[in-house]
């Protein structure tokens, strides 16, 4: 069996082994965070994704 060379590995993939490494880590900790719209005129739209586990602004605490 041959490992894949890390330097091979797309942005997507190092960034799902980088947040999923920890002890505690899961799945979830790799979700997507923010969604990225482009409108026709280049305009670039940047949200919080709404499967976002943490999400700014106050704590309802």
């Keep these: 069996m041959t490992q ?5 590995k ?7 082994d ?3 490494t920890a ?3 899961d799945e ?3 979700a997507p965070r923010v969604t990225l719209n482009e409108q ?8 919080v994704a709404d ?3 943490v999400r ?3 704590t309802s605490e």
């Design 18 to 20: 980088q947040l999923t």
């Design 56 to 58: 700014p602004g106050k």
């Design 23 to 25: 002890p505690k880590a």
């Design 10 to 16: 797309s942005f997507d993939e190092k960034r799902h």
């Design 51 to 53: 499967t976002a586990a």
């Design 4 to 8: 894949k060379d890390p330097a091979d």
């Design 40 to 47: 026709a005129d280049g305009v670039k739209r940047i949200d």
């Design 28 to 30: 979830g900790d790799a």
